[in-house]
């Protein structure tokens, strides 16, 4: 999809259309963009609907509309503020180190690693353990049914109608929906809801406290009890804001300004389970995704891994443990986590819904018309970014960052609609790269090929993507 929108952009330019399920405007005007993402974003508030979630995740934020979004994304936004990821510390510090003795002896016994698997472990122990409360261990015990089952939610295959008639056919959406499918998998959702359910009540009879997503969401139902009424009645709640967190995006972008008022109402026991599953679904693969591409860049540029381990090294000594506030002040880190995401954008492409006429410039969008959002093809644009295959993280240095222009590098999205669990997903990519940069040299072995991707909307490795582990004295 990411290739297919960058020969669209070159043959019609920057504001192009087509139809699928209706008319699809694609954007890679980054003016447009700004108004579209951010200052009118009450037109442009929701993302198109094919109504194939199902009945539990048609309450997850990434789908519900309107007022109800906003409400349930107010609720989840303070789970991610900085405070809350300190207080996860030591939840990815043990992943963290369960992952370096596993890797301990991968390099012991001489192995070469395929990063594209293995950090879909990784990801999974950290949302099981932070989001989930559970601790998985996917790394010793790959078979959980816990495992097995999130493993078949994200098996976007041609297996899985409902994806062919949404990537294929979009304007069959109807017909699929009167055919009972769903996006996500019924039977390995049904198991992971049952486990939720069972966790959550566990926690509730117990009144055991863990410091994680869950355990905010649980607290959050609590406050619930008193004011029970069901979701709809707050769609008619009036105005309400989101905070500026929300907004911010790893380039400094203009914030939509929004006016302070906040609904009272807690999330209900199925809104709480949407999220947690919605969480696992959007923070699992795209994070695993972005710490294999990365991996895989560092091994072919080795110049650039070392200047990155030794600028981590300065921060974080031998002995220190790495940590949230540590991890925050290696900027060339930073540099190489966003040009790895400018090249390999987990998510291919964002959509916006227009609610009503809108015009722009001299062009009218009709109300129901579709806005492709081309991240991939934005961050292609050999106008925007010369040399756009390249690896060179230094387009983001102090120096150069003043020359991107805005709304041009999207990989979170951008506005009050942005990826909720950017700095989360920040975080960890952080963590495990520091815990492996300071102990292992990454390097490519004979194994090791340029990565063909497969693009249904998520950018993956197609094939295993094999690297070699040494340890350094
Ligand atoms: C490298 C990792 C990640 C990338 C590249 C990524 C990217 C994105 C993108 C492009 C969007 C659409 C934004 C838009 O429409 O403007 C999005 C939405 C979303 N992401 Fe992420 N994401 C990542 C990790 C995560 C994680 C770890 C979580 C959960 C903890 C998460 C939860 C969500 C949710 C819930 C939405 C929908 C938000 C809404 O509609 O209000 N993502 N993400």
Same mark, same amino acid.
């Given at each position: 999809?990411?290739?297919?929108?960058?020969?669209?952009?070159?043959?019609?330019?920057?504001?192009?259309?087509?139809?699928?399920?209706? @008319?699809?405007?694609?954007?890679?005007?980054?003016?447009?963009?700004?108004?579209?993402?951010?200052?009118?974003?009450?037109?442009?508030?929701?993302?198109?609907?094919?109504?194939?979630? $199902?009945?539990?995740?048609?309450?997850?934020?990434?789908?519900?509309?309107?007022?109800?979004?906003?409400?349930?994304?107010?609720?989840?936004?303070?789970?991610?503020?900085?405070?809350?990821?300190?207080?996860?510390?030591? +939840?990815?510090?043990?992943?963290?180190?369960?992952?370096?003795?596993?890797?301990?002896?991968?390099?012991?016994? $001489?192995?070469?690693?395929?990063?594209?698997?293995?950090?879909?472990?990784?990801?999974?122990?950290?949302?099981?353990?932070?989001?989930?409360?559970?601790?998985?261990?996917?790394?010793?015990?790959?078979?959980?049914?816990?495992?097995?089952?999130?493993?078949?939610?994200?098996?976007?295959?041609?297996?899985?109608?409902?994806?062919?008639?949404?990537?294929?056919?979009?304007?069959?959406?109807?017909?699929?929906?009167?055919?009972?499918?769903?996006?996500?998998?019924?039977?390995?959702?049904?198991?992971?809801?049952?486990?939720?359910?069972?966790?959550?009540?566990?926690?509730?009879?117990?009144?055991?406290?863990?410091?994680?997503?869950?355990?905010?969401?649980?607290?959050?139902?609590?406050?619930?009890?008193? %004011?029970?009424?069901?979701?709809?009645?707050?769609? *008619?709640?009036?105005?309400?804001?989101?905070?500026?967190?929300?907004?911010?995006?790893?380039?400094?972008?203009?914030?939509?300004?929004?006016? *302070?008022?906040?609904?009272?109402?807690?999330?209900?026991?199925?809104?709480?389970?949407?999220?947690?599953?919605?969480?696992? +679904?959007?923070?699992?693969?795209?994070?695993?995704?972005?710490?294999?591409?990365?991996?895989?860049?560092?091994?072919?540029?080795?110049?650039?891994?070392?200047?990155?381990?030794?600028?981590?090294?300065?921060?974080?000594?031998?002995?220190?443990? @790495? %940590?949230?506030?540590?991890?925050?002040?290696?900027?060339?880190?930073?540099?190489?986590?966003? *040009?790895?995401?400018?090249?390999?954008? @987990?998510?291919?492409?964002?959509?916006? *819904?227009?609610?009503?006429?809108?015009?722009?410039?001299?062009?009218?969008?009709?109300? $129901?018309?579709?806005?492709?959002?081309?991240?991939?093809? +934005?961050?292609?644009?050999?106008?925007?970014?010369?040399?756009?295959?390249?690896?060179?993280?230094?387009?983001?240095?102090?120096?150069?960052?003043?020359?991107?222009?805005?709304?041009?590098?999207?990989?979170?999205?951008?506005?009050?609609?942005?990826?909720? $669990?950017?700095?989360?997903?920040?975080?960890?990519?952080?963590?495990?790269?520091?815990?492996?940069?300071?102990?292992?040299?990454?390097?490519?072995?004979?194994?090791?090929?340029?990565?063909?991707?497969?693009?249904?909307?998520?950018?993956?490795?197609?094939?295993?993507?094999?690297?070699?582990?040494?340890?350094?004295?």
């Amino acid at each position: 999809m990411g290739k297919f929108d960058v020969g669209l952009i070159k043959k019609f330019g920057r504001v192009c259309g087509y139809y699928d399920t209706g @008319p699809i405007l694609l954007v890679s005007d980054p003016e447009m963009l700004k108004d579209i993402m951010v200052k009118d974003f009450s037109v442009f508030a929701n993302r198109r609907d094919f109504d194939l979630n $199902g009945p539990i995740m048609d309450l997850s934020v990434s789908v519900l509309r309107d007022q109800h979004w906003k409400h349930v994304r107010n609720v989840l936004v303070p789970a991610f503020s900085s405070g809350k990821m300190r207080q996860m510390e030591h +939840l990815i510090t043990d992943c963290c180190e369960t992952m370096v003795a596993h890797l301990d002896k991968v390099v012991k016994d $001489g192995e070469d690693l395929d990063v594209k698997e293995y950090f879909k472990r990784i990801t999974m122990d950290v949302i099981s353990s932070t989001f989930f409360g559970t601790k998985t261990d996917t790394q010793s015990n790959p078979n959980s049914p816990f495992v097995k089952n999130a493993l078949k939610i994200f098996d976007i295959s041609i297996f899985n109608p409902a994806f062919l008639v949404v990537f294929l056919a979009p304007r069959f959406a109807p017909f699929a929906k009167k055919m009972k499918m769903q996006l996500t998998p019924r039977r390995p959702l049904e198991h992971i809801v049952l486990v939720m359910k069972e966790i959550l009540e566990m926690r509730k009879s117990s009144g055991q406290v863990r410091r994680d997503f869950l355990q905010m969401m649980v607290k959050a139902m609590d406050q619930n009890d008193s %004011t029970k009424r069901p979701a709809k009645d707050y769609e *008619e709640d009036g105005p309400d804001v989101l905070s500026d967190a929300l907004s911010v995006g790893p380039s400094s972008q203009p914030q939509a300004n929004h006016q *302070e008022h906040r609904i009272n109402r807690a999330l209900t026991p199925d809104e709480v389970m949407a999220q947690s599953v919605v969480f696992l +679904l959007a923070g699992f693969e795209t994070t695993a995704n972005t710490l294999t591409f990365m991996t895989y860049l560092l091994s072919i540029h080795p110049e650039i891994q070392e200047r990155l381990r030794k600028e981590i090294q300065q921060v974080i000594g031998r002995d220190v443990q @790495p %940590t949230y506030d540590l991890i925050a002040q290696i900027p060339y880190l930073d540099q190489c986590i966003n *040009e790895t995401l400018r090249l390999y954008p @987990p998510a291919t492409r964002a959509e916006r *819904e227009c609610s009503e006429d809108w015009t722009w410039k001299n062009l009218t969008i009709e109300k $129901g018309t579709t806005i492709g959002i081309p991240i991939y093809g +934005l961050h292609h644009d050999p106008e925007f970014w010369p040399e756009p295959d390249c690896y060179n993280p230094d387009r983001f240095s102090e120096e150069n960052k003043h020359k991107i222009i805005p709304f041009t590098f999207l990989p979170f999205g951008q506005g009050p609609r942005n990826c909720v $669990g950017m700095r989360f997903a920040i975080y960890e990519i952080k963590m495990v790269m520091v815990s492996i940069l300071l102990k292992y040299r990454i390097v490519s072995s004979p194994r090791t090929v340029t990565p063909v991707l497969k693009d249904w909307g998520l950018v993956t490795p197609k094939d295993p993507l094999w690297v070699k582990l040494e340890e350094f004295s």
